[in-house]
C-alpha cells in the first residue's frame, strides 16, 4: 500500500478552494487588478536578513542610517524647491553637516559618493538656480 503525502493532500484542497472562489468571482474586485504587480528590491539587504528587514520596514522601524538617509533626501527636496538664496545656503550647510556627521556614525557608506547613481543629481540640486526665458 502506498503512503499518502500529506502535503499533496492540503495543496489538493487550497487549490480546489482557489477555483472555488475564483469561480464565484472573489477576486474580480480586488484593488490593483490588471495592474502590474510592485515588486520591491531587497537585492541590497543580505538574504538571510530580508524577513526581519521587511517585518522592520512594514513596521515603520528603520535603521537609523537609513533614516539619516531619508532625512538628507528630504533636505535635498526642499533644497530643490528653495527660492531664497540665503535660505538656500543655510540648507547647504546643514545638509554638509548631515552628511558629515553620517559619515562619522555610521561606518558604512550612504553612497553620497562619485559613484551614487544619484550623485550628478544631487549637484545639479545643489547647483545655482537656472532660471528660464
Excluded at 499533496?8 to 472562489?21: G, L, M, P, W
Excluded at 515588486?39 to 513596521?59: C, F, G, Q, T, Y
Amino acid at each position: 500500500m502506498s503512503e499518502v503525502n500529506p502535503w499533496s493532500v492540503i495543496q489538493f484542497i487550497a487549490e480546489k478552494r482557489i477555483e472555488e472562489a475564483q469561480a464565484q468571482g472573489a477576486f474580480d474586485n480586488l484593488p490593483g487588478r490588471g495592474k502590474p504587480l510592485e515588486l520591491e528590491d531587497d537585492s541590497h539587504v543580505p538574504e538571510e536578513l530580508r524577513m526581519a528587514w521587511k517585518i522592520l520596514r512594514n513596521a515603520g522601524c528603520l535603521p537609523p542610517e537609513l533614516e539619516e538617509r531619508r532625512e538628507l533626501n528630504r533636505l535635498v527636496d526642499l533644497l530643490d524647491n528653495c527660492q531664497d538664496e540665503q535660505e538656500r545656503v543655510r540648507q547647504m550647510q546643514k545638509l554638509r553637516f548631515m552628511i558629515t556627521r553620517a559619515r562619522m556614525r555610521f561606518p558604512r557608506s550612504l553612497q553620497l559618493e562619485e559613484d551614487d547613481p544619484y550623485y550628478d543629481r544631487l549637484l545639479d540640486r545643489l547647483g545655482p538656480k537656472r532660471t528660464t526665458k
